[in-house]
Nanobody, 121 residues
């Protein structure tokens, strides 16, 4: 079994900062891409940031310059550092990872349970 567990969510005022973390555990052979998604009420879940196994990153335009995604491969953990938070960043944030459980298994998508981030004005 593979599990992704997010932590670090909470409530902050606009302009504040939060750092989310997501640790993968279980039987893992390798992890390819990891990313953060978010979903606000009444909206579709969308990509916030993604990072490949060798460290290449991409961000949705609305968070560029404010959010930083990083990973620690030794810990099977991905982070999202969020600065200059805005009310429109309020959402449930989900961790995603593409994981191969065995060398001969196909890679599958795994999701965390989500963590709430609330930014007040």
């Amino acid at each position: 079994q593979v599990r992704l567990v997010e932590s670090g969510g909470g409530s902050v005022q606009a302009g504040g900062s939060l750092t989310l973390s997501c640790a993968a555990s279980g039987t893992i052979f390798s992890i390819d891409a990891m990313g953060w998604y978010r979903q606000a009420p009444g909206k579709q879940r969308g990509v916030v940031a993604a990072i490949t196994s060798d460290g290449s990153t991409n961000y949705v335009d609305s968070v560029k310059g404010r959010f930083t995604i990083s990973r620690d491969n030794a810990k099977n953990t991905v982070y999202l550092q969020m600065k200059s938070l805005k009310p429109e960043d309020t959402a449930v944030y989900y961790c995603n990872a593409v994981i191969k459980r065995r060398s001969f298994y196909k890679a599958d998508d795994y999701w965390g349970q989500g963590t709430q981030v609330t930014v007040s004005s």
